[in-house]
């Protein structure tokens, strides 16, 4: 919070701090819904009363993913072919101690499989401005990419057995300074093998180097960030500042030595009633600029992914990416929860309606160009956002390219 017990605070500014203070606690993500209410006992002097529902904490969740980059592909590209898919279970438990620290326990097979365990307490010393993590995990593919067709789609590598077997361990320390920035240094090792074919006959660039079918590396990251808005899962006002340095391999170049240099700016503002707009940029560069394949995903993979354009990828050593999105909030209702759940009493659903237009460039050596490199990108489109509970963000958008294509695409975001 904002104000502490024995605080002086000008009596203008009480309400403003307030309503901050409700935003930070719900930024937490341990609670449904806070509501902080001010009691004057006298001119000079107020009782507080935080009222807060908590989220439930123990998800044995289970799973059933997709090996494509998302829905559309799956269902387009493979007709939702049910071989294609994993299934598992995943148990998380997101406050196992109260202070916010995370446990994950992941068994998942099928198409792929992975092992994987990982416990995260970001408040851990007593003022709460430190935390650490540490993870380890096994994966193994049945299919895996091992470049970039012209047409900018995936080429796929399989043989019916696992060809690719992925081991990391890390650990990272974390620094709170304030109530908005975060400070994150990581160290990790990954250890990769693949079938010798995909080096051989496919793409020897695979690793960044030839005839070697596997590649062990360290990597070390600094990240930086400022993250001040009302809805961390969904904002609609506020501003996210991030820098991020990637340094992967302990040489300048060669094989999958790599460093990343990536930032980003999103910024949230309500400049009419029920009316919200946003805009984000992101950029990132790799040096030096001749990678391996490994080191050269860009355009179409997490956040640098436009809309339009989810069913190609453009690989490239630099990348930029500009969002701009209007909003108009149409309709907000909850409706009892059928099960009787103390934590859960309600299933909310708010409705937005959207316009939105992307920008993207991705630059790459001419040598692994393809047809969307080297070459100014835009999409846009229309659509409809449905934020629920836990944050579930589901997504449904009728989106154009300058390729002179249009779909409509779903796009869901779990809130756990």
């Known amino acids: 919070m904002l104000i502490r017990e024995g605080d002086s605070v000008i009596?203008?500014?009480i309400y403003e701090k307030l309503e901050n203070s409700k935003k930070l606690i719900y930024n937490t993500q341990l609670f449904v819904t806070v509501d902080i209410k001010p009691y004057f006992e006298d001119p000079q002097h107020v009782r507080l009363k935080i009222i807060v529902k908590e989220r439930w904490y123990v998800f044995p969740v289970p799973q059933f993913q997709f090996v494509d980059r998302n829905l559309n592909e799956w269902l387009n590209e493979y007709g939702g072919d049910l071989e294609r898919v994993i299934y598992g279970m995943k148990f998380v438990h997101y406050n196992l101690s109260g202070r916010k620290d995370q446990l994950r326990l992941f068994l998942l097979n099928g198409y792929s499989r992975n092992f994987s365990a990982s416990y995260n307490a970001p408040y851990s010393n007593p003022s709460l401005t430190e935390g650490f993590s540490v993870a380890a995990s096994f994966t193994q593919n049945r299919e895996i990419s091992y470049g970039v067709s012209k047409e900018n789609k995936l080429k796929q590598f399989s043989n019916g057995t696992f060809v690719r077997d992925v081991f990391s361990v890390e650990?990272?320390?974390?620094?709170?300074?304030?109530?908005y920035n975060r400070t994150v240094i990581m160290l990790r090792y990954v250890y990769q093998h693949v079938t010798d074919s995909v080096i051989l006959k496919y793409n020897p660039n695979y690793f960044g180097t030839d005839n070697s079918s596997t590649s062990?590396?360290?990597e070390i990251a600094y990240s930086f960030s400022h993250i001040d808005v009302d809805n961390v899962a969904y904002p609609l006002n506020g501003r996210i500042k991030s820098i991020n340095l990637l340094k992967r391999g302990l040489e300048l170049s060669g094989g999958n030595n790599m460093l990343q240099l990536e930032g980003s700016y999103a910024g949230f503002a309500e400049p009419f009633q029920n009316w919200y707009f946003s805009g984000m940029v992101n950029g990132m560069i790799k040096l030096p600029l001749r990678?391996?394949?490994?080191?050269?995903r860009a355009l179409g993979y997490g956040n640098y992914t436009m809309r339009g354009l989810?069913?190609?990828v453009v690989d490239g050593v630099m990348a930029s990416l500009?969002?701009?999105?209007i909003r108009r909030k149409l309709l907000s209702f909850s409706i009892p929860f059928p099960f009787k759940i103390k934590s859960i009493p309600n299933l909310p659903f708010t409705f937005f309606g959207k316009t939105y237009a992307d920008l993207g460039y991705c630059f790459n050596k001419q040598e692994f160009a393809t047809n969307l490199n080297n070459r100014l990108l835009y999409s846009g489109g229309i659509g409809m956002d449905v934020l629920m509970l836990y944050d579930i963000n589901a997504r449904l958008e009728f989106s154009f390219n300058q390729l002179g294509e249009k779909g409509l695409f779903l796009h869901v975001r779990s809130g756990f």
């Open 322 to 325: 500009a969002k701009g999105t």
């Open 310 to 312: 989810e069913y190609y």
């Open 11 to 13: 009596a203008g500014t």
């Open 291 to 296: 990678q391996s394949y490994l080191n050269q």
């Open 171 to 179: 650990g990272n320390y974390q620094i709170r300074r304030g109530f």
């Open 216 to 218: 062990d590396f360290p």
